[in-house]
């Protein structure tokens, strides 16, 4: 069993339209124009995705690509199953060996470079053909959990590893870890800048409240209200605003990541380049409690701070000054 991207590079990926595929698609209602253009490839054979696409943007606009083009490329796939390849492999004692398998099947997963690397043969006629009846063993695979748990298990089995090597997923796959790294350092930028926008809306929100409230405010002042408690109005409006704002928003966005965790986000443009690293094209995400308490105590740290500025320009106010503001 050999992989999709296998299938291509071998020239085993074919592209044919029939009758039958025509048909198929007349009766999902595709329009007639768009079948009409379709006939003029039909029992036309294309060896790899590159040429049936080249063929379908001649016959297509863009319009009718976007519309209709996956769904035409996924009826017209046609795999050349029980064509026979060759594989190169070495015996117990070094020297290079060769089989002749059959392709039974097709497989696809969301990382190709292990889909370039890997196919799938029967344990024991591979075994025979590296010259013994013991089926081998070079690698084991363990999945965790938590991921955060990955050093923690490699010190472990590696006090009873002997000679064999343990490694995390991160040492196996260095651009899947860089790209990891990348996405948490993106994270904190994103989050900075959301921040940075949040203190100036306060701060803008709060300055606008007390210009418009300045006459108030000197009362306040004139009738013996210390600026202790005129900066703790401030403060304590600013947490309340903050609060009210924070919890429906959070409401808000926990809505969506539930339903985006059902759905998936699929970044349909980037999937090619998102898969060469090892990461799916569809992203689920999974938002946990420990990610809202810490977004809910960081935006009311962040409120707090932005409307210090606006409190103490209140209490720089001249109580006489301020009573003659209209």
């Avoid at 900066?231 to 985006?260: H, K, P, Q, R």
Wanted: charged share 25%.
């Amino acid at each position: 069993m050999i992989s999709d991207k296998t299938a291509e590079l071998l020239k085993l990926k074919h592209f044919i339209v029939t009758d039958s595929i025509i048909e198929e698609l007349k009766e999902e209602k595709t329009p007639e124009t768009v079948l009409i253009k379709l006939k003029a490839l039909k029992d036309k054979r294309f060896r790899s995705p590159k040429d049936f696409s080249a063929a379908l943007k001649k016959e297509f606009s863009r319009r009718e690509l976007n519309r209709y083009g996956l769904k035409i490329t996924e009826r017209a796939l046609d795999y050349r199953i029980r064509n026979k390849i060759q594989i190169t492999i070495s015996d117990q004692e070094g020297t290079p060996i060769q089989g002749i398998f059959r392709v039974c099947g097709i497989y696809k997963t969301t990382n190709t470079g292990f889909d370039q690397t890997a196919v799938f043969v029967n344990a024991g006629s591979l075994a025979s053909l590296y010259g013994s009846y013991e089926i081998l063993t070079h690698e084991i695979a363990i999945l965790l959990n938590n991921i955060d748990d990955a050093e923690i298990v490699k010190e472990k089995l590696s006090t009873i590893s002997g000679d064999n090597s343990v490694g995390t997923w991160k040492e196996l796959a260095p651009d899947a870890a860089m790209m990891n790294d990348y996405m948490i350092m993106y994270y904190f930028i994103f989050i900075g800048i959301i921040m940075l926008a949040l203190a100036f809306g306060i701060i803008n929100t709060m300055l606008m409240a007390i210009l418009e409230r300045t006459k108030e405010l000197g009362m306040l002042m004139a009738i013996g209200m210390n600026r202790k408690r005129i900066f703790n109005m401030i403060m304590l409006e600013t947490v309340f605003l903050t609060i009210v704002g924070a919890v429906a928003g959070m409401l808000s966005g926990w809505a969506i990541a539930e339903s985006l965790s059902k759905t998936g986000i699929h970044f349909s443009g980037w999937g090619e380049g998102f898969e060469a690293i090892g990461f799916a094209a569809r992203v689920y995400p999974v938002v946990t409690f420990e990610f809202f308490l810490f977004t809910t105590i960081l935006v009311i740290v962040t409120a707090i701070i932005s409307s210090i500025w606006p409190a103490r320009k209140a209490l720089k106010l001249n109580p006489v000054e301020a009573l003659r503001t209209e």
